[in-house]
Each structure stands twice: as structure tokens, then as C-alpha cells.
């Protein structure tokens, strides 16, 4: 992810990434990559301030970096309805610290009820239908934005993982039963 980062924006460093972050190998390998072509002069810059997503009912990186830790601690009874970022100690957790600090990053927490609304938010808006992960990037960003901690005309990468179709139980959509002669027509 770090190089096709890096190659969409042209071998231009964005300011801010945000991934949702679970076992946080993502977040590692963009941080490794964008190193590593720092080090070969593909790029230059200061690498951009990574930011580790996480859901409210499972936040042990988020509560490592509150405290100034460089490992998490196990999240007890973790519940969240983005399961792919619902890893109550991550492997790797050293190592996603490790990249927030040295990137002056940040972790952030979004609640549930936040994570799905934000999920309608895109897909009647936008026409794409996010994972929650995703769309707890999004709240995220626009959380950071709104406190002043990403600037304007900051270049922000908000990483979506995965398609909202893993998760058919988020949204719940009343489809209309035909009777022979309706039309869709008046409906829209």
C-alpha cells in the first residue's frame, strides 16, 4: 500500500495516512515501504503522520498511545461491529507505535453507533458502500480536521480495507414489493 501510495500521488509524500488498524500489519508495512523508498531517493520529504484507527469496543493501540506506551495492553471482552479491527492484542502492536511516534502520528478511537452512521453517510452520498473499518477512517479524518491537528491543504489518506457487502447486517434498507402493473418510475 505504501508504494502505490506513493506512485498514485506521483512520488509525492501525503501529509497524513489513516488506517483502520486491527493487527496493524498495514500500518507497518505502509510505514516500511515509504522508508524504504525514502532511503532510495524514489521520494523526499518528511514521511506522513500516521494515524491508527480504531473501534471505541477495541482500542488497545489507541490507549498504548495515550499513555505514552510502546506496547498495547490486551482489550478485554473487545466487541465491535468492524471485525476486522477488532484484535484485542496485536502481534506487531511495538511496531505500529513505533511508526505513530516516529511519524508524529496519532490513534484514534470511533464508537460503533459513529462507525455506522458514517457507513450510510457514504453509501447515500457517495454510491460506495464501505467496510465499517473504512468508514471509521473517515470519522477519524474529519475528527482530526475539525480539532485543527490535520491543516488546510494538508494532502489526508483515509485507507477503506474492504467492501461493505462483508457486512450485509449494517445496513438495512426497506425494498418495496411490486404488484403486478406498479412502476418503479414513481418511485424515483
Not at 59 to 80: D, L, R
Request: glycine share 12%; net charge negative.
Amino acid at each position: 500500500m505504501g508504494l502505490e501510495i506513493a506512485e498514485q500521488l506521483g512520488w509525492k509524500m501525503p501529509d497524513v495516512i489513516l488506517y483502520p488498524t486491527g493487527g496493524g500489519v498495514g500500518i507497518i508495512g505502509i510505514y516500511k515501504a515509504l522508508n524504504e523508498l525514502l532511503q532510495m531517493g524514489w521520494v523526499e520529504g518528511p514521511l506522513p503522520r500516521l494515524v491508527a484507527v480504531q473501534a471505541e469496543g477495541c482500542a488497545p493501540i489507541v490507549q498504548a498511545w495515550q499513555e505514552g506506551k510502546s506496547i498495547s495492553e490486551f482489550w478485554s471482552n473487545a466487541n465491535t461491529v468492524a471485525f476486522g479491527i477488532n484484535v484485542p492484542k496485536a502481534l506487531g502492536d511495538f511496531l505500529v507505535l513505533d511508526a505513530i511516534y516516529k511519524t508524529h502520528g496519532c490513534a484514534v478511537a470511533v464508537d460503533d453507533e459513529t462507525i455506522l452512521a458514517e457507513q450510510r453517510r457514504i453509501a447515500s452520498h457517495e454510491g460506495a458502500f464501505v467496510c465499517p473499518e473504512g468508514a471509521a477512517t473517515f470519522v477519524a479524518a474529519k475528527r482530526l480536521r475539525e480539532n485543527g491537528w490535520i491543516k488546510d491543504g494538508e494532502v489526508v489518506i483515509a485507507l477503506n480495507t474492504g467492501t461493505g457487502l462483508k457486512y450485509p447486517n449494517t445496513i438495512h434498507r426497506e425494498v418495496p414489493i411490486l404488484q403486478p402493473g406498479d412502476s418503479l418510475a414513481e418511485d424515483i
